[in-house]
């Protein structure tokens, strides 16, 4: 098992000359003692194979604890890290540690440990021996895969199953501060998902039904594995199998012992291949035969169904029962609100978007843009009932004892986690749509009622000048320290209308351009700010975006939206300290992927400095707010996502969604050059 100098000190990776730390000593003393011993092996692998949720390893004090004390030492020393942050992850990150043969002699001289780590781990003295306990079949030993990832306070990686080319081997080797031990409520556990077996009916072309069992994974994770220091956790890559996450590094708490290190998890992460030309055990067409079966592509096609929330398309009726009990016609037949529709809509809206001149003012702006962002939508005497009603649920859904368990008992959990994960409570069309005062869930008397009446449908489709067919309405609670959904691309040729109604009543989940912005509706203001523009008296306080791939216009919160998502090293934007912590939750509509791009379809691109072109992947960003409604007309390709929401966030986030069909879209008056009087 010993390897020699001679045999290694060059070694082609990636089509490139690979260089060895001098001098090489025998790879297996760089790690632990013992553990090449054949009933250390057998010891392991029993571990391994009788694992669940799926099989995994973990070993303790992998390395030699001097070498591994002196690699820390070295990556704090001499490496730098960027923040990184998409709609599934947010940490720091180095380089590709296989671009370190590339740095010059002097910058090698810096990082001898490294070197020899990395040479250790994919020596073939260890891959064998991984290969041997995880049972995964030969690894390469040219295409090295690996970073050193850093996790502070508020970084998390979210449910995926590492399922991308030709990865064969995940593994975690944890570099955390070895003379502070990590302590499980810190957070940063390695968490496994369980899958759930599903069961679906199909007919063949005989007309013979068949049963197929199927699996997703469970929106709870089963197994949690903390970081420890020279610990290594690993697990073969299986498509739609293998999901994890990494649990948020939680901020200290107020109170807490200030002697924690700042909880930075740091870790090299990687992934071993399976053999590359050459090399022992290379199959041809195998890299292709593991491309088809990628996870990505297996999970939409097949269990989709299983998803939930799934879409319920309500239609309306031809006629609808008013207060007066008589019959009004179709919506599409109608050009105006009737006074029926006012007095139902008095119920809950601000009298000031019922106005003729206030619509008329809707339309015009959303025939430029196509999206708007409204403040003080609902009255302000219903939005305080609602505020209040929302804190006391939340008090009491932290409570397993409280009213709100039993009241709040139908709302049930998005899955699969590897898409999203909140609470959820799905609406329908009532022939009843009079609001009863004595109905005391405020959230389902707007889903419900509101929401879903002809009369708001009317509304919307009067403000926008579209068209619009049946309704898709849910009402969501993101938990903090738990929800997010990923970003999903829209995939219909037709474009769909979506609103966004915000009811969230905690604040602090972006930073305040100045004091005089955040004042509360507890105390009775009227709040009319919208990204910090106040709204005159001659004004309606919208503001708009353009939610598609093309002519996309920028407002205030395309560019800024960076910003106030990450500050960078917690400084203010006059470099003072800042106490502002970005706790998530804001929801983000982005551009399609440029077919050609070969970059992360949801990756946040940095700021752009100031004389620069600003990112214009980023279209509509909103931070989650109390009273908003914001509607943006969504184009084929347009991804969107909520962003996890921190356990430092003062709250949840609460809203309403829905999307409703177009029909008969004009696609020729659609654009930054047609005539506003031209789209419809």
Same mark, same amino acid.
């Given at each position: ?9 060059n070694?082609?990776?990636? !089509? ?9 000593k025998?790879?297996?003393d760089?790690f632990r003692? #013992?553990l ?20 995994h ?12 004390r ?12 960027? *923040? ?12 590709d ?38 049972d995964?079949?030969?690894l390469?030993?040219?295409?090295t ?8 306070p ?24 070895p003379?502070?031990?990590?302590r *499980?409520e810190?957070?940063? &556990?390695?968490?496994?998902y ?27 994770w ?9 610990? @290594? ?10 999901f994890?996450?990494?649990? =948020?590094?939680y901020?200290?708490?107020e109170?807490?012992?200030q ?7 740091? &870790? ?22 593991v $491309? ?25 009726? %031809? /006629?609808v029962p008013d207060? /007066?009990?008589?019959?009004? *016609? ?15 809509? @008095? ?6 978007? @019922? ?17 708007l ?6 009255s ?5 009932t609602?505020?209040?009603y ?10 397993p004892?409280?009213? $709100?368990? /039993?009241?709040f ?9 590897h898409?999203?994960?909140?609470q959820?409570?799905? !609406? ?9 005062p ?8 707007? @889903? ?16 926008? !000048? ?20 990923? &970003?999903?691309?829209? =995939? ?31 105390? #009775?203001?009227?709040n009319d ?26 407002g205030?919160?395309g ?21 502002h912590?970005d ?8 551009a399609a992927e440029? *077919?050609?791009?070969? &970059? ?6 940095s ?5 620069e ?10 931070p989650?707010?109390?009273n ?9 390709g ?29 696609? =020729?008056?659609?654009?930054?050059? %047609?005539?506003?009087?031209?789209e419809?």
């Open positions: 098992m010993k390897r020699k100098l001679e045999a290694c000190q070694e082609s990776i990636n !089509g490139a000359t690979k260089k060895r730390a001098l001098p090489l025998n790879i297996v760089h003692e #013992g090449f011993d054949e009933t250390q092996l057998l010891q392991y692998r029993k571990a391994y194979l009788s694992s669940e949720p799926y099989k390893g973990v070993i303790p004090s992998l390395i030699n604890q001097t070498l591994l002196s690699v820390r030492h070295e990556i704090r020393t001499n490496l730098s890290f960027t *923040p990184k942050e998409t709609d599934i992850y947010r940490l720091h990150q180095s380089g540690l296989a671009n370190l043969s590339g740095l010059d002699s002097s910058s090698l001289a810096r990082l001898p440990s490294l070197l020899k780590l990395r040479d250790a781990l994919y020596s073939s003295d260890f891959r064998s021996w991984i290969a041997q306990v995880a995964s079949g030969p390469s030993g040219q295409k895969d690996m970073a050193i990832n850093v996790y502070t508020g970084d998390h990686l979210l449910c995926h199953d590492d399922v991308i080319g030709t990865r064969r081997v995940s593994y975690i080797l944890y570099l955390t501060d003379d502070k031990p990590w *499980p810190w957070g940063g &556990a390695l968490r496994l369980p899958l759930e077996k599903r069961y679906r009916h199909s007919s063949d072309i005989q007309g013979d039904v068949k049963e197929e069992e199927v699996k997703t994974p469970s929106p709870e089963t197994k949690s594995i903390p970081p420890e220091f020279n610990q @290594l956790s690993f697990f073969a890559v299986q498509p739609g199998e293998s994890h996450d990494v649990e =948020e590094v901020h200290r708490s109170g807490a012992e002697d924690d290190g700042g909880r930075v998890r740091m &870790a090299i992460s990687g992934w071993y291949h399976i053999p590359q030309r050459g090399e022992d055990g290379y199959e041809e067409g195998l890299e292709r035969r $491309a088809a079966k990628s996870s990505l592509a297996q999970l939409q096609g097949n269990v989709d169904e299983f998803d939930e929330p799934q879409v319920v398309r309500h239609q309306y009726p %031809a /006629t207060a /007066t009990t008589e019959l009004r *016609p179709k919506l599409d037949t109608e050009d105006e609100l009737s006074e029926a529709d006012l007095d139902f809509l @008095l119920q809950f809206m601000d009298p000031k978007y @019922l106005t003729p001149d206030t619509v008329e003012q809707l339309q015009e702006l959303f025939a430029d843009e196509s999206s962002r409204l403040a003080d939508f609902l302000k005497s219903y939005a305080q609602l505020h209040a929302i804190l006391a649920a939340e008090l009491d859904l932290r409570n004892n409280a009213e $709100a368990q /039993t009241e008992s139908r709302w049930r959990l998005a899955r699969p986690p898409k999203h994960r909140f959820y409570y799905q !609406g329908e069309i009532t022939s009843n749509l009079d609001s009863s004595e109905d005391k869930n405020y959230i389902l008397r707007l @889903l419900n009622q509101f929401f879903a009446s002809v009369a708001f449908r009317k509304w919307l489709s009067l403000s926008t !000048g579209l068209k619009l067919g049946g309704s898709n309405l849910t009402a969501r609670r993101f938990r903090r320290g738990m929800d997010y959904t990923l &970003a999903t691309a829209y =995939e219909n040729d037709e474009p769909q209308l979506e609103f966004t109604f915000g009811m969230t009543p905690t604040k602090g989940w972006e930073a305040p351009e100045d004091e005089d912005d955040i004042d509360g509706i507890e105390e #009775g203001a009227e700010v919208v990204d910090g523009d106040r709204s005159s008296e001659d004004e309606i306080p919208a503001e708009s975006l353009r939610a598609k791939t093309k002519g996309q216009s920028k205030s919160s560019s800024s939206a960076l910003e106030k998502a990450r500050p960078e090293a917690g400084l203010d934007k006059n470099g003072g300290p800042s106490e912590i706790v998530g939750g804001h929801e983000v509509y982005m440029d *077919p050609s791009s070969t &970059a992360d379809p949801a990756q946040y691109k700021s752009a400095p100031t004389g072109d600003e990112d214009d992947s980023i279209l509509f960003s909103t989650p707010n109390f908003h409604l914001s509607v943006v007309l969504r184009d084929k347009v991804l969107r996502f909520v962003k996890y929401v921190s356990q430092k966030a003062k709250g949840d986030r609460w809203d309403i969604i829905g999307d409703f069909a177009v029909e008969d879209f004009d696609q =020729e008056g659609d654009g930054e050059e %047609a005539e506003a009087d031209g419809d």
